[in-house]
């Protein structure tokens, strides 16, 4: 049993506020500072006469709104206070539902929001405004929000994103995204109120903590098509890509989800203006170690085989629903255990929303294309792979990071270009599995369509999972050359016939790809048995590649740039053409 406290023994104080709000004409503003000081502690409200304190409270307040306010701004603040104070108790919390409270709660804060707007507030209105918001924000925690639109709630917190005062700025930013996230009309009728500018403004000029809430409202309204056309209007993609830079997993996952949905209509804009290669730098750029040899990949990262649930809306969304993430990337040292699971949690959930983000990118040919370029099918590739040694409680967000990237894979998988790459890269059992995933783009995006690959994938043992691992690492197009033809680079052999070999080279302080076909000047079936007819064969076959050279351009003719014997080696360096073998087709 729970005991009184000295305070709750206190009934004379009750009584004496219960009497004063029957009888008074005008409010005790002192009685009502002295009651809210000693509760101000206290959690638990039960007796009866605490509900009536709430009821006459209530009537005043709705009595002054009526009025337009000509109570004194610390009387009212006193009289908000004590109705947050004693609505901890939710059994009395249902006599704030009612539409004739909830209609002067609004007024009161719409009278207080122009005057603080104004700026002919002092302390104690903003004070007073500071305990209504708490008010509100206990109905919407409740979803309690009948009237809120009628009254024009939302138009009040809206005004007040330009609040100058930081406890009423994070108020006004955490009631809209409550709002938002439990009805779609207050999302659509926020939109109507042009609120982008101040948000994109909240996230250049404002601290963190700031920047994370007003990025969670952006996010939510990008639902919104409305939106997303005032981001674009606003210049907002520059803004939004330039956050990409920050370390913050809590904004990252944000900033990820409303470049998500910008993509549906502005994809062409994020690659021209460098957002590619921005997101793909948020994934790790190596591979997970493999499992000890004497295990298989489920035993560390499957959790006994079950599936992450769903979320509710896209990629981004995953990580909003799974584990909170950390409200800080630093961690102390006395908390290291938790500090590492809070890491992690933040970098799983990161690499989830740019696997999201980087799924509606690559619906676009060139955007899947210059995903490719930028190495994007190695660096997603490598989070489909097990995880080994991974706390137990972040298991179904691993697993949920390995169907988002096995979905973005898919994607990419959906142009030509890149068919030939991914026979390469995922074992015949997987690939079979993968292809199979079928449909329109809406059922390709469906994750439950992943959980058969996830599965198969953490089941392997150590040995495929290695292979794996090396089919990966041969994908990657940022490593080093395994030797130089000149300034050439060999990176890899894409392929080999019966007169030489053909590589894929980049040149010394270039990014660009060639191919560069490598034939033997020995081989008498092409440049003939003798010296002399060798030396005629090469002469002639370097005059016509120099013709080629200089007069042969056209969209379906492979360009060649240039050509050079090294070593009794002819090497003939020309246009790399990505995409299937003509065998394929």
Known sequence: LRLPTARMADASLDHRVLQHLQQAEELDGALLDEFYRIYQTER??????????????????VNEAEKRLPTPPLTLMSTLACIRLISRQASWRPQLYSLTVVSALAAVLRTMTEAHIRGSTIGPANDSLCQLMSILLRLICDEKIDGFIEFKVHESLVLLLSAGDATILHSALT???RLARIREDVRQSVCNLNCVETLLHILQEFYITTKRLAAELLHLLSWEAQCCEEIKAFNGLPILLN????????LLVEILGVIELLSREFANDIRALGGLPLVLSLLPQHVYPSPPANSTASAVASGGGGSAAQPTSSLARDASSLPSLPSDNRADASDAPSASVATLTGQLSTHIACCSALSQLAAVDLNALR??????ICRISQLTLPRPNLP???????????????????VLFSLELNRRLFKRLLPQELFAMFIDIRGSDRSISDLTQYTPLVDAVNSLNAKKISSYQASIAETNIAKEPTR???EFGILERLGEGSFGCVYRVQKQGQQSSFAMK????????IFGETVQEQSRSLSLIMNEIRVIEAQLHHPNVVRYFKSFCENEMLYIVMELVEGASLQDH
């Open 371 to 376: 995903i490719r370029e930028a190495n994007g």
């Open 44 to 61: 638990h409200f039960t007796s009866p006469i605490f509900g009536e304190i709430l009821e006459l409270l209530l009537q005043r307040l």
């Open 518 to 525: 490598e034939i033997y000047v020995g081989n008498g079936d």
């Open 175 to 177: 009631a809209l995204i």
């Open 243 to 250: 956050l990409l830079h920050s370390e913050d997993h809590l």
């Open 484 to 486: 130089f033809v000149r």
């Open 392 to 410: 137990p409680e972040l298991v179904t967000l691993q697993r949920a990071l390995q169907m988002h990237a096995f979905r973005a894979l898919r």
